[in-house]
């Protein structure tokens, strides 16, 4: 019998590829897929909007939505260091997020996120 698929949720390093465009099918503003890791679930207030879109979501598995750019740094929360750098106005961005790998942090990498985002408060967006 085999495993269950890791998923996303509290304490797991997530690697995702995240992409941006003009609409949903046109990925054109980041013109490749930027890869990054983060640990889900860190932040005092809980979720963010964009780890809410993240939420049980295993690897190979795809979150899809739309921001006005001037939406993008409360819905990434403290992780707005992971979003693609936007230089259109007056206009919808789409965001496709693939999630690439789940497992779980290792306490070194929990306390290291947990360090970092103390020392800017969880507002920050100062590109870590």
Do not use: W
């Not at 890791?6 to 503003?29: F, H, N, Y």
């Not at 690897?59 to 403290?78: D, R, W």
């Not at 919808?92 to 779980?104: D, E, I, N, S």
């Amino acid at each position: 019998m085999s495993e269950p698929a890791p998923i996303a949720d509290s304490l797991k390093k997530i690697g995702i590829a995240i992409e941006a465009g003009t609409s949903p099918d046109r990925m054109d503003i980041t013109g490749s897929p930027k890869n990054e890791e983060f640990i889900f679930g860190l932040a005092t207030d809980g979720l963010t909007p964009f780890e809410a879109e993240l939420y049980g979501k295993a690897p190979g598995q795809v979150a899809s939505f739309a921001l006005k750019p001037e939406e993008v740094p409360p819905f990434m929360g403290h992780l707005c260091r992971l979003a693609p750098d936007i230089a259109i106005k007056n206009q919808p961005v789409f965001f496709q997020v693939k999630v690439l790998t789940v497992r779980p942090a290792e306490n070194r990498e929990v306390v290291r996120a947990m360090a970092e985002l103390s020392a800017c408060g969880e507002g920050c967006c100062g590109n870590h």
